[in-house]
Antibody, heavy 121, light 108 residues
Framework: QVRLVESGGGVVQSGTSLTLSCAAS????????MHWVRQAPGKGLEWVAL????????LYADSMKGRFTIYRDNSRNTLYLHMNSLGPDDTAVYYC??????????????WGQGTLVTVSS | SSELTQDPAVSVTLGQTVRITCQGD??????TSWYQQKPGQAPLLVVF???SRPSGIPDRFSCSTSGNTASLTITGTQAEDEADYYC???????????FGSGTKVTVL
C-alpha cells in the first residue's frame, strides 16, 4: 500500500536551517507531483510547496518563497524540503502528500503522518 | 490568510444530515477537495472532483459546487464522522493551492 514517511523534524534555534525528508513507497513515485503541507499547533492546514513529477517545476506559497526549497530524488523515491531562516512562525507539523488528479481537479491524495518542527527563539 | 472561507463549527444529531460550506473565488474554476482530520492524525481525503470518493470512504460523503461555494454533505452522520473538515482548491490565479480554515463537526 501507499506509504509516505516524513523525517528530519526536531527542535531548532531561530535563524537556522533544516531539511525534511519524505520516503515514499507503494506507488510509482516518479510519476507523481508531490506537495508539502504544514499545520501549526492547534491551527489549520497550510500549503507549502509543490514539485512536478520530474522535479523540473516548483511552486511555493508566497510566505515561503525564497526561504524554502522543495526538491526530489526519484532514484531514491524521496522528497525533500530545505528550510532557511527559520522563525517561531514556522513551528508546525510538516506533511508530505502526493498530488492526485489532473487539470482543474487536483488534490492531496495520500498523506504521511508528519514530522514536527519546533523553532525556539 | 486563507482564500477559502469555512464556518468554524457545526453540530449534527447522530443519523442526521450535515452540510459544510466553503467559499472562494477560485471555486468558480477549480474543483474542491475535502479532507477529514481527527485529533492526532494526518488529514484524509474524503471527496474530490465532481463527487468522487477514494476507496474505503463511505458513500454518505458527497460534494457539490454552485458558483463560488462548494459543499460537503454527510448523509446519516455517524459518531466516527466527528472531526475537523478542510476544503482545498486553487486560488483564482491557479498558481497556488489553498485550504479553508476548517470546520469542526460535532456529532450529538
Amino acid at each position: 500500500q501507499v506509504r509516505l514517511v516524513e523525517s528530519g523534524g526536531g527542535v531548532v534555534q531561530s535563524g537556522t536551517s533544516l531539511t525534511l525528508s519524505c520516503a515514499a513507497s507503494g506507488f510509482s513515485f516518479s510519476n507523481y507531483a508531490m506537495h508539502w503541507v504544514r499545520q501549526a499547533p492547534g491551527k489549520g492546514l497550510e500549503w507549502v510547496a509543490l514539485i512536478s513529477s520530474d522535479g523540473g517545476d516548483e511552486l511555493y506559497a508566497d510566505s515561503m518563497k525564497g526561504r524554502f526549497t522543495i526538491y526530489r530524488d526519484n532514484s531514491r523515491n524521496t522528497l525533500y524540503l530545505h528550510m532557511n531562516s527559520l522563525g517561531p512562525d514556522d513551528t508546525a507539523v510538516y506533511y508530505c502528500a502526493n498530488n492526485g488528479g489532473s487539470g482543474y481537479s487536483k488534490y492531496f491524495q495520500f498523506w504521511g503522518q508528519g514530522t514536527l518542527v519546533t523553532v525556539s527563539s | 490568510s486563507s482564500e477559502l472561507t469555512q464556518d468554524p463549527a457545526v453540530s449534527v444529531t447522530l443519523g442526521q444530515t450535515v452540510r459544510i460550506t466553503c467559499q472562494g473565488d477560485g471555486l468558480r474554476t477549480y474543483y474542491t477537495s475535502w479532507y477529514q482530520q481527527k485529533p492526532g492524525q494526518a488529514p484524509l481525503l474524503v471527496v474530490f472532483g465532481r463527487s468522487s470518493r477514494p476507496s474505503g470512504i463511505p458513500d454518505r460523503f458527497s460534494c457539490s459546487t454552485s458558483g463560488n461555494t462548494a459543499s460537503l454533505t454527510i448523509t446519516g452522520t455517524q459518531a466516527e464522522d466527528e472531526a475537523d473538515y478542510y476544503c482545498s482548491s486553487r486560488d483564482s490565479s491557479g498558481a497556488h493551492y489553498v485550504f479553508g480554515s476548517g470546520t469542526k463537526v460535532t456529532v450529538l
